[in-house]
């Protein structure tokens, strides 16, 4: 009914029965993500989202990559939308997340639980001291992401966890597992 292609059998497709209203997978992410030309059916705008409700591209691509259901969706794209200034750095970060979930849905739930209580961050830049030492110990990516996380969510104790770290550290045999 959007673009007018007639849809073959077996083909996913988004509509609804009652209405006799069918969409293709292609419009159906294009309502969703950027909404609908101004040239479309006006039938067709009064179905499609409105714009404060419209799904942000980074955050169905993400879904979509791990199959998280609509609700789930919805609700990180409200959780994000209230994260404006560190959106990207927040997309960036759950991708590193979801990566290693063996649930990426309830790991997903729970990181939008922790934007709206205020206590995610995302990824952030490592401080010099934690670029010192990620290179001298030579710690794998995933240790790099969490020395520069926890020192990021204790900045009153940094040079102080540092530096126990950086004792721990001299000590140990597998330095990325010590982290």
Not at 2 to 8: A, H, I, R
Request: charged share 35%; net charge negative; with cysteine.
């Amino acid at each position: 009914d959007v673009c007018g292609v007639d849809l073959p059998e077996g083909l996913c497709f988004f509509g609804c029965g009652p209405c006799d209203y069918s969409v293709c997978g292609g419009c159906y992410v294009k309502m969703a993500t950027t909404g609908l030309s101004v040239e479309q059916d006006s039938t067709v705008a009064a179905v499609a989202e409105p714009a404060a409700s419209r799904i942000d591209p980074d955050v169905a691509e993400l879904c979509d990559h791990y199959h998280i259901e609509d609700r789930i969706m919805l609700k990180l794209n409200e959780a994000l939308k209230a994260r404006k200034a560190t959106f990207g750095d927040d997309i960036i970060k759950l991708w590193d997340e979801l990566k290693t979930a063996r649930s990426p849905a309830g790991l997903l739930m729970s990181k939008i639980r922790q934007m709206e209580d205020g206590t995610f961050i995302g990824k952030v830049e490592p401080t010099k001291d934690v670029k010192r030492l990620t290179e001298k110990y030579r710690l794998d990516e995933d240790a790099r992401t969490k020395l520069a996380d926890f020192v990021s969510k204790r900045p009153r104790t940094a040079k102080e966890d540092v530096a126990e770290i950086e004792r721990r550290l001299e000590t140990s045999g597998r330095p990325s597992a010590t982290v």
